[in-house]
């Protein structure tokens, strides 16, 4: 098992770009989830899926999209990227979302000049 | 606004001693569950403690939880260099389909 992938580690962006942070698990977990953290405010909740089809706003989800067409991928959209959203991005799954162990990605680590 | 609040924010202690961190919320909750974050890294779940549960072990960890005074504590014992990382709590509540909600965490560095 790789767990859970997230691609690209590093990006550079300029305010107004959009891009697209992958996130993929192979796990057959049903909830996924997109956090943010930034120095000093811990992880923050940014949209979660609890399955195919199925996508819900979490604490902080001005400005970024989600789709979920499949169990294994949940890829999060930057729509007009803005320097306030340079962070470390983390992508978790799990079988159920609050009773069950969070598996974490490894991260991608943003930065919008 | 975070549910889960470490204390100390961090903490710096030699090999072989213990290191003890707190956490609390605010909230009712069904289970409250620790990470580790090594530097880079993404976070690795540690242990779960139900609401029902007053103490887990696992290894050198052990977890207590005070539904009363709404708090946990982590105990990690006999530390080594490589227990250095940050530590998060993170809550659970309402029904299995809810969120949870980490704390800001707290950075322990074990000297060698």
């Known amino acids: 098992n790789a767990g859970v992938t997230q691609t690209p580690k590093f990006q550079v962006l300029k305010t107004g770009q959009s891009m697209t942070l992958q996130c993929a698990q192979d796990?057959?977990?049903?909830?996924m989830s997109w956090y943010r953290q930034d120095p000093g405010m811990g992880l923050r909740l940014i949209h979660y899926s609890v399955g195919a089809g199925i996508t819900d706003q979490g604490e902080v989800p001005n400005g970024y999209n989600v789709s979920r067409s499949t169990t294994e991928d949940f890829p999060l959209r930057l729509l007009s990227a803005a320097p306030s959203q340079t962070s470390v991005y983390f992508c978790?799954?799990?079988?159920?979302?609050?009773?069950?162990?969070?598996?974490f990605g490894d991260g991608t680590r943003l930065s919008i000049l | 606004s975070q549910q889960g609040e470490e204390d100390p924010q961090a903490l710096s202690i030699q090999e072989g001693e213990n290191a003890t961190m707190n956490c609390s919320y605010k909230t009712s909750i069904n289970n409250l569950q620790w990470y580790r974050q090594n530097s880079g890294r993404g976070l690795v779940h540690l242990i779960l403690?139900?609401?029902?549960?007053r103490e887990k072990h696992s290894g050198r960890l052990r977890v207590t939880l005070d539904t009363s005074k709404k708090s946990s504590s982590l105990l990690i014992t006999a530390s080594r260099a490589a227990d250095t990382a940050s530590y998060f709590c993170?809550?659970?509540?309402?029904?299995?389909?809810?969120?949870?909600?980490f704390g800001e965490g707290t950075q322990l560095t074990v000297n060698p």
């Open positions: 993170a809550t659970g509540a309402g029904t299995s389909g809810s969120r949870l909600t």
């Open positions: 978790a799954s799990s079988y159920r979302v609050n009773d069950q162990p969070q598996h």
């Open positions: 796990m057959n977990h049903e909830y």
């Open positions: 403690i139900r609401s029902n549960e």
